[in-house]
C-alpha cells in the first residue's frame, strides 16, 4: 500500500512559480512511476506529468505539451517525494492538482492505470 498527501498548493498571480510536493509511505516507492494530473473546474481531469523508474535507478520525466518547459518534475528518494517545480504560471494552469502513483504503468497518460492517489491541492493563478 502507498498513501499520497500532496502540499505546496495557493495563489499565484500569472508568471509566478509554485512547487507542489507528493509526499508518499512505503519502502518501495522509489520504483512506482509517479504522476500529476490536474482537474480545472467543469473540466475532466488531465495528465501533467509523470516520472519513471527503470532498472539501474534510471529515472525519466514526462511531460504534456502544454507544461513542457515550464514544469519540472523532481525525485527525492530518501525523503520519499516527488515535487513538481511549476514556473511562468498561467490562469489556465488553475486546478486541482493530484498526486497518483503505481508500481507498472503502460500509458502514463491514463488515470485507471494509478491504483494510489493523493487528496488534491488547489493552485490558483490570477492577477
Known amino acids: 500500500q502507498v498513501q499520497l498527501v500532496e502540499s505546496g498548493g495557493g495563489l499565484v498571480t500569472p508568471g509566478g512559480s509554485l512547487r507542489l510536493s507528493c509526499a508518499a509511505s512505503?519502502?518501495?516507492?522509489?520504483?512506482?512511476?509517479t504522476g500529476w494530473f490536474r482537474q480545472a473546474p467543469g473540466k475532466e481531469r488531465e495528465f501533467v506529468a509523470a516520472?519513471?523508474?527503470?532498472?539501474?535507478?534510471?529515472?525519466?520525466?514526462y511531460y504534456a505539451d502544454s507544461v513542457q518547459g515550464r514544469f519540472t518534475l523532481f525525485r527525492d528518494n530518501a525523503k520519499n517525494t516527488v515535487s513538481l517545480q511549476m514556473n511562468s504560471l498561467k490562469p489556465e494552469d488553475t486546478a486541482v492538482y493530484y498526486c497518483?502513483?503505481?508500481?507498472?504503468?503502460?500509458?502514463?497518460?491514463?488515470?485507471?492505470?494509478?491504483?494510489?492517489w493523493g487528496q488534491g491541492t488547489q493552485v490558483t493563478v490570477s492577477s
Open positions: 516520472v519513471t523508474w527503470s532498472s539501474g535507478n534510471t529515472y525519466t520525466a
Open positions: 497518483a502513483a503505481d508500481l507498472t504503468i503502460a500509458t502514463l497518460k491514463e488515470q485507471d492505470e494509478y491504483d494510489y
Open positions: 512505503g519502502r518501495t516507492f522509489s520504483r512506482y512511476t
